[in-house]
């Protein structure tokens, strides 16, 4: 597993002006507290089509935990886009 301090590694991946992360980050803020989670909440805002294909980025937002899409959907799609 994906851990940096035992906390487990949540990462919130986003376009510039994505209305939805603002939103998406509070939610799992308190998600965590509610379950008394100790996460490390990393917000990356993707500017290019190389970070998107580098970071697995399906669509603004993206939320990721310990490396793995939280949307079971994804499985093994590549179609990456800033988007």
């Known amino acids: 597993m994906n ?3 035992n906390k487990i590694s949540v990462r919130l991946l986003h376009v510039n002006g994505c209305p ?3 939103p998406t980050a509070e939610l799992i803020k308190k998600i965590a507290s509610d ?3 100790d996460i490390q909440l990393e917000d990356i805002t ?3 089509q190389e970070e998107a294909i580098e970071k697995r980025f399906f669509g603004s937002p993206t939320v990721q935990i310990n490396g793995k899409d939280i949307d079971p959907t994804v499985g093994n799609f590549n ?3 800033l988007a």
Do not use: E, N
């Open 3 to 5: 851990m940096t301090d």
């Open 20 to 22: 939805s992360a603002g």
């Open 35 to 37: 379950m008394k989670l």
């Open 46 to 48: 993707i500017t290019t």
């Open 79 to 81: 179609a990456f886009t």
